[in-house]
């Protein structure tokens, strides 16, 4: 063997090396621990004797024991023996000198205003979305007089009213109370949202924040990074945001998420049910009187003159209890169906998905909250359809009479064609709403507002609903047949399909149009319109829903 040549890769680095950097940074930190502590220990001791020195001249032997107290909590908070973790009004609060340095950071033209560029450049610094939608809605919380800009008295008292808030967010990462976050910090709270991620982004997200370069994130280092997240994401989704800011990939949602949407779709779909009941029964009625024609006017007419106003209204509570469920489901199944695919696909972090996978998505949502909720949208149709005298009572009630006359198979009555319905009209509906969100946001430049969703919710509803139409017509009929005396004229899906065609017409299968328009537009875009208006209140989904430039 040749002892003359070396090998001419370096030798490895020493496991200790590693050792030392992580005992160097948790050094560091506790170092910072304790001159905080003995901060605040001076500070307090000062303030007690202050009082002490006030109430000597009236009670010289209280005074004394107060001081005497006071020093021995001050030791034993030095020592260890009094748990000293901070609590939110326990953080020191922002004093102007931290305002006026974190305000300068941002304004780097030393202006005196914030303006658009300014918050451009600060949140493409921290990993934030840099876009003009982004932006807007920073400025909007920001600049409460509109001027276009803002000034170091908006941005302080936007950062004073909502001071707890972001100790509250720094706190609940900071679980040992030791005023920094260090990364083993970070990497617990984000597996505490159920979130997979390793030990290197907790270190990606340390190094985002740390502009001290001291392998820690402090205080005024993290409310650095809150000022620019929108009120609902620093209250409720900080540490998520942060670890998509840090890391190059989509990052999975939190365990809440899905609840939060299924929460916000049912809210929507109670209201915009309720507002659109009257067209929802009228419509019901003219696709369940085979060869007459009625119109929407005529059909309301009806309904008013035979049960009153009341009977507008009639199976709206059982429709609220089928709506309630059935669209929170949809909601929540069609975002983790996407969030999922967007985990699993091969185009990694661009955050986008195809039509095909929007389609795959939508109608799983169809599938499962038709599947789930079919019992009830049944007894809610003999109920709006069947005379009184042949079904009456409440949701249980008129259960149990189909049960008994019909058998328990008649609550699945019509399974089929609703799941087939359902599973075109959610796929459809949810993809036409993506894509006239994206043709919207390229033709205006700028994403639609809240009521501007909801309107292209409602049409992507209507040209969905002319797609389903002669579906819908089927199950009515097939659904209302044997009940009330009404004879069995249809054998299936199929024979129910041409025997309407061959004994009324292709149009029949179009029967109750308007009345449907009427309806699903207003009713899709008041779900749309809550629905967003509810997701940023509770801060659903990520920062990803922004464009990033």
Known sequence: MAYDTLPSHSPPVPRWCDHFNEARRKFRAATINCASKLEECVRVQQERNKAVEKGRRRNPWLASASLALGELSVLASKSGLINDRKSAHQLPKITEEELRRQFDRVDTNNTGQLERRDIQNACASLGLPSSDDYVSELMMQYDARQAGAVSFHDFSAYVRTQEQQMQRAFL??????????????ALYAVHSLGIDAKEKDAVQMIKLLDASSDGVVSY????????????????????WNWLGSAVDRVVMAPRTQPLKQLFAGSVSGAVSKTLTAPLERARMMMQATPGESVSVRRALTRIMREEGAAGLFRGNVVSLVKIIPASGLQFAVFESGKDFLMLRSSRGGSGDLSTGERLLAGSAAGFVSTFVCYPL?????????????????????????????????????GLVPTLVTDIIGNGVGFTLYDTFNSQFRKRVGRKPQPAEKGLLGGLAACCCMTITMPLEVVITRMRIQGSGGRPILYKNTADCLVRISR????????????ATYGKVFPQIAIVYFIFELVSRELAIKDLQKYDLK
């Open 172 to 185: 609940a990462i900071d679980k040992d109370g030791t005023g920094v976050i260090t990364a083993e910090g």
């Open 377 to 413: 949208d049944t007894i809610k149709t003999q109920m709006s359809v069947v005379s009184s005298s042949a079904v009456s009572g409440n949701l249980s009630s008129v259960g149990r009479q189909i049960i008994r006359q019909q058998g328990a198979l008649a609550l699945y009555k």
């Open 503 to 514: 004994t009324e017409g292709v149009t029949a299968l179009w029967k109750g149009a308007s």
């Open 220 to 239: 005024a280092e993290f409310r650095m990074y809150l000022c620019l997240l929108p009120r609902a994401h620093m209250r409720q989704n900080s540490t």
